[in-house]
């Protein structure tokens, strides 16, 4: 068996090991499973030079994101965190997540409103089940924090899509 051939299945399977990771155990055993996917990502897998981008795009976009959900009281992260701030873990998936882009949800990704349509029902959901399984909690009613979340996903996959390729054409191409 090849393996760039089948990465994308492999990807895609560790990538949800990945969130199990994170979400169950919590900081240490999620960065340490983060730093590991991406070291075995950036040596085996049929890298696109833009996966370092979409990371790059994803960190300060996911920390952003997740404690403005704390700041605003849709998520309470006092459990998971003493700071208040969003725990670490939340951190490693936008990682996890960046480097499943351009492999398992490239179909998808290459299609800016399929990928908004696909963010505001799977990045909502994902959320619903981290809150379930970590320290997490809902700071506002489950199905108004869920009509919040599904408004930011609808267009934060497209934005950072477009600020991928933007980046892109500002550096060259990579």
């Known amino acids: ?13 560790i990538s949800q090991i990945g969130w199990f990771v994170c ?8 960065v340490a499973f983060t730093f590991l996917f991406v070291v075995l990502h950036f040596r085996f897998a049929p890298v696109h030079p833009r ?4 990371v790059c795009v994803a960190l300060p976009m996911g920390v952003a994101h997740d404690n403005l959900l704390g700041y605003f ?13 969003a725990p670490g873990w939340l951190t490693c ?10 492999h398992p949800l490239k179909a998808l990704y290459e ?3 399929l990928i908004g349509v696909v963010g ?16 997490v909690e809902w700071g506002l009613p489950v199905t108004q924090g869920f009509l919040i979340m599904m408004a930011i996903w609808v267009w934060l996959l497209p934005l950072h899509r477009w600020l991928v390729l933007r980046g892109e054409r500002l550096c060259g191409k990579v």
């Not at 998936?93 to 351009?102: E, P, R, S």
Request: glycine share 14%; aromatic share 12%.
């Open 73 to 85: 009281g849709v998520l309470d992260y006092s459990a998971e965190s003493a700071s208040g701030l």
């Open 23 to 30: 979400v169950l155990l919590g900081n240490v055993p999620g």
């Open 51 to 54: 996966d370092w981008l979409a």
């Open 120 to 135: 505001a029902v799977g990045g909502p959901m994902a959320y619903l089940g981290g809150v379930r399984l970590s320290g």
């Open 93 to 102: 998936l936008w990682v996890i997540m960046a480097l499943t882009l351009h």
């Open 1 to 13: 068996m090849e393996l760039k051939r089948h990465y994308w299945w492999i990807n895609a399977v």
């Open 111 to 113: 299609r800016p409103w």
